[in-house]
Nanobody
Framework: QFVESGGALVQPGGSLRLSCEVS????????FGWFRQAPGKEREGVSC??????YYAESVKGRFTISKHNAENTVYLQMNSLEPDDTAVYYC??????????????????????WGQGTQVTVSS
């Protein structure tokens, strides 16, 4: 349902744009998010976007921007000023949430058991 792409090896300070292709007619009402998991660490929420709000983890605020293009069925994550600590496999997910704040919805998505293959981001000199 979600196919991630765009990961690569990049030097510290560099930029990448990740893409998440979404299957089905979900763009108009789903909440979507980007999540990452580094070796030996738990999966963490990076950023989420709903129809009216966005959420960013403190560690990426001011550096990452989430967006979605409904006509292209794609959710993007623009990552600037990349740091070695951003190295991880990045995943996207989405769901329909009623009466949830975006932070709550993002946290629920993070706990999902159903993930795609993700895309590897490596930040290293």
């Amino acid at each position: 349902q979600f196919v991630e792409s765009g990961g690569a090896l990049v030097q510290p300070g560099g930029s990448l744009r990740l893409s998440c292709e979404v299957s089905g007619d979900l763009m108009a009402y789903y909440t979507f998010g980007w999540f990452r998991q580094a070796p030996g660490k738990e999966r963490e929420g990076v950023s989420c976007i709903s129809t009216s709000d966005t959420y960013y983890a403190e560690s990426v605020k001011g550096r990452f921007t989430i967006s979605k293009h409904n006509a292209e069925n794609t959710v993007y994550l623009q990552m600037n000023s990349l740091e070695p600590d951003d190295t991880a496999v990045y995943y996207c997910a989405g769901g329909a949430f009623l009466h949830h704040t975006i932070r709550s919805a993002c946290n629920i998505l993070r706990q999902s058991d159903d993930w795609g293959q993700g895309t590897q981001v490596t930040v290293s000199s």
